[in-house]
């Protein structure tokens, strides 16, 4: 079993910047594929970026690219979204994902909520005007 931790949300103005973590523990692989998932009320869970076994590949949702950016430190079992120009519509919470295996290629990645069978707790991002 893998458990996930999310650290570093919190209240923001508009513009701002912050950096989430994700701790992971337990049964780690070196195949585990890591990311990021937010949930606005109301809405539904909509994935926010992912990252490749080594961190070498990284994709965005066209929501956050360009201002969003996943990276990854083995080392540590940590992944990071540090997140700038934040706006209020970035509000919601935040989940870290993994999931083992998956395709051959490394940096192939997984949008669907489904292929994730690692979740956070989530961790709560408010973007004020």
């Known amino acids: 079993q893998v458990q996930l931790v999310e650290s570093g949300g919190g209240l923001v103005q508009a513009g701002g910047s912050l950096r989430l973590s994700c701790v992971a523990t337990?049964?780690?692989?070196?195949?585990?594929?890591l990311g990021w998932f937010r949930q606005a009320p109301g809405k539904e869970r909509e994935w926010v970026a992912a990252?490749?076994?080594?961190?070498?590949?990284?994709f965005y949702s066209d929501s956050v690219r360009g201002r969003f950016y996943i990276h990854r430190d083995n080392a540590k079992n940590t992944v990071y979204l540090q997140m700038v120009n934040l706006k209020p519509d970035d509000t919601a919470v935040y989940y870290c994902?993994?999931?083992?295996?998956?395709?051959?290629?490394?940096?192939?990645?997984?949008?669907?909520?489904?292929?994730?069978?690692?979740w956070g707790q989530g961790t709560q991002v408010t973007v004020s005007s």
């Open positions: 337990g049964r780690i692989f070196s195949s585990i594929r």
């Open positions: 994902v993994a999931k083992h295996g998956g395709h051959l290629h490394e940096n192939y990645y997984y949008t669907r909520a489904d292929d994730y069978e690692y």
């Open positions: 990252i490749g076994y080594s961190g070498a590949g990284v």
